[in-house]
């Protein structure tokens, strides 16, 4: 474990190619280094080349410790630079709408930071943006890495979704992490732990249900309450009704123990009456699953996938149980290959953190070849319908809508 997580911090540099995607990215933010950067490294097809920030000493900075060719005085500058191919946006959320579309115009292909928009407003124009349905037009990613590593397609893989009665899901940041001022907690750079982490929760039971939630039942949250701070939740927990008549929950803190608690997504599946041949006529055997994916934000570090399937034999007549049993068996999966089914050939590593399976497949689709996973423009301004419906029912009301045209 420890060989992996360092050689995923540090991969090996790869050799790059001549037709290598070459990457600007808007804003010298935390997040990109890890991102993009490091799985930058180990990849012969992605190139990091150009970075800005609003302060050009920060974006020096930034590219002088991570090692980026190139500083630019501007975004635009990086827009309008005919050498670089797509663009990286980890800007503030309330920044995404804008220079998504910028850069879509500018003919560049966009990988772009969670949550897309600020709301589903946003995300029903940048989606269908007549460039994206052009061929040979920008290829534009919502980044939710998880969904990319092979841990969460085998999690998926347990589960029957008409079969769902019930989802929890919960993740959390230590408090130490998110200080009040930070723009986590502004509302007008669209902040509150729904947009900077919750939303994980929401895409994680949309992906369990396989569908969109009907109704947002409940959503209660809680804020710093001194007046400047009120729209932002520091932390939340809602509930939602699938159309199959399941409820998906989810909880999450910005503002968390310092003792780290690592995301949770478990499921439970409704009884079901499974065949078996050597039973005699007056009973049958019934099975409920339960099934429980750990750390499904970070699971390149450590995760596992428990399955418990409870059996009962019990008489059709009056329900009564004849005799009980469970079997339970946990999994993990580094790799596809270990994933299994039908994408056990993908390539990949073991150390690949979840960002270096997403820029994969980011890159596969930019050069038309065949991708595994993806989330598409649908998906994403799906996306942010739930995160719509969760802050309506909360009364902190939607995140701002951009004046950007």
């Given amino acids: 474990m420890a060989n992996r997580i360092a050689t995923a911090f540090g991969p090996p540099a790869s050799q790059k190619k001549s037709d290598a995607i070459r990457f600007g990215i808007l804003g010298a933010a935390k997040i990109a280094p890890l991102s993009l950067i490091i799985p930058a490294k180990s990849h012969p097809e992605v190139i990091v080349q150009a970075v800005s920030a609003r302060d050009r000493k920060k974006a020096e900075e930034f590219a002088k410790k991570y090692g980026v060719p190139d500083v630019r005085d501007s975004y635009q500058d990086i827009l309008d630079d ?21 850069a879509i115009r500018a003919g560049k292909h966009v990988l772009l930071e969670k949550p897309s928009v600020s709301n589903s407003t946003e995300a029903e124009i ?43 899901t919960d993740s959390m940041v230590p408090w130490l992490m998110t200080a009040k001022d930070n723009i986590e907690f502004d509302y007008n750079l669209s902040g509150g732990s729904i947009m900077m982490l919750g939303t994980y929760n929401f895409a994680v039971l949309r992906s369990i249900f396989k569908d969109e939630p009907e109704e947002c039942l409940s959503c209660e949250t809680s804020i710093f309450g001194d007046g400047m701070h009120d729209r932002c939740d520091t932390d939340f927990k809602a509930k939602f009704r699938f159309p199959n008549g399941g409820i998906g929950e989810a909880i999450s803190s910005l503002r968390g123990p310092i003792l780290w608690k690592p995301s949770e997504a478990r499921v439970m599946h409704r009884d079901v009456v499974v065949p078996d041949k050597t039973l005699p006529v007056t009973q049958e055997k019934v099975l409920t699953r339960q099934v429980a994916l750990h750390a499904f934000l970070h699971a390149f570090i450590w995760h596992r ?27 993990k999966a580094y790799t596809f290959k270990e994933a299994g089914g039908q994408f056990a050939d993908f390539p990949g590593e073991p150390w690949w953190m979840s960002f270096r399976w997403e820029v994969e497949q980011f890159v596969n689709r930019v050069k038309g070849r065949p991708t595994q996973f993806w989330v598409s423009g649908q998906d994403s301004i799906n996306q942010m319908k739930m995160v719509d419906m969760a802050y309506d029912k909360s009364g902190l009301g939607l995140r701002p809508t951009s004046s950007f045209q």
């Fill in 126 to 168: 940048l989606f269908k943006l007549p460039e994206l349905s052009q061929s040979n037009g920008p290829i534009l990613l919502e980044a939710f890495h998880n969904r990319f590593h092979p841990s969460f397609q085998l999690f998926l893989s347990f589960i029957n979704p008409a079969e769902v009665v019930h989802v929890h």
């Fill in 305 to 331: 996938i428990d399955v418990k399937d409870s059996y009962v034999i019990r008489s059709k007549e009056d329900g009564r149980p004849v005799r009980k049993w469970v079997e339970s068996k946990s999994h």
């Fill in 82 to 102: 005919p050498n670089i191919d797509a663009i990286f946006i980890p800007l503030p959320n309330s920044l995404h709408f804008e220079w998504a579309i910028r």
